[in-house]
């Protein structure tokens, strides 16, 4: 991993809106290397430069938590300027840089072309040192913050050309979009993009990007060790014998994995990792999604069907759908009472696709066995939530996607869509297509 970057942290910093560092580190010269620029995609490597660690200059603001700012190296300080500077002033850029209109354009008024990210979760998805290093040498500021509210998110993400949210918290709504007079991409750090409202975006202008192959594996990894738990119920068992309690009737109930029937509802990137996992278990699959055709999901050895039969046909279930207007309580009353009797569920999606209290009287009744639940309706799962009272149900607290690789594979394309941005590039893994023709900035295919 690359070395520590030429910025430090400043914690638990509270104050006004007021001053913000602009600077810009020089645009790389033509002899190649970053992210993009040379046949066979990605090279991340340390480019020999030498940090200069500084007391960091903080963005003050309405926040929760940490702040970073990027630093240019040492011997660019001559790159920062003060607000509406000329940038065709070649006495106050660094050597061999070169500046144009469209760079002018890009930059705007205050130069610096700025990543905010504003907000993540510290404990899994903090963002790493060589982000905001990779940033600076294709001259982009690199601005982290946590911002716990909608209008202390504003607040941040005023000044941003690219605004990205790792965490899952619905910050970015309507009546904040509509105030981001500068910002041309709004970036999900994730998967879901639920908590970004995408029609606003559309209206302004702004492009809607997420990551939608970073943590597949990952997560297909995680459904499958919570979908194992329920074939052989080991959680239960471990959680017995932990409490003094030698009972062999706990494994009284497990399944053999071969002859059963494992139900996919919804059946994208994550379901089909899931279904090649499983290849091998001698199961029949069934998969329920209006919007993949039954080529493809047979190419994956399992067989389209509709809902209602799936959810009478499987023993096991597995979801998969985004959460959506359409999802929302997708599994709900009715839909349990179609399940076969001692049916085992799986949720790695997003909790409220599952109406929870249906969930729990299905429970009750037996109907569902037990459950592996990795999200919830409400996170964290409340402490009086009836979930808690079965010991056939096995929780984790939402970490799917969570895995050294995927964190970096996050980070890593994110910076990248940070720079297509920049340089004017037309996006992969744009939600809302639409805004090409509306977008007041120009985007090339290349």
Known sequence: MPRSLGFDLCRDYEGKAGDRLRCRAGRPDERGGGIRGRTGGSRWQDHHWQSARRPARVLPGD?????RVSRPRVGREKAIQPAGADPRNHQARPAGERWDSAAAARCGPDLAFKVILIDYDEDLFAPQDWVGKELARHGIEWVVGQHRTPEAALEAARTGDVVMIQSARPLLTRAVIEQLKRCRCVVRLGIGYDNIDVVAATEQGILVCNVPTYCVDDVADHTLALLMDGVRRIARQDRWIRAGRWDRTGARHARRTK????????????????AERVSGFGMTLLAYDPYVDAETIARYGAQKVELDELLRR???ISVHCPLTGETHHLLSAREFSLMKEGVFIVNTSRGPVIDESALVEALRSGKVWGAGLDVFEHEPLPLDSPLREFDTVTFTPHVGANSEESVADLYRTGCQIAIDVYNGRWLQGVVNPEVESTTPYPYRRD
């Open 314 to 316: 499987a023993d096991f």
């Open 259 to 274: 002859g059963c029937t494992l139900g996919f509802v919804a059946f994208g990137r994550i379901a089909r990792a899931l």
């Open 63 to 67: 926040h929760q938590g940490t702040v």
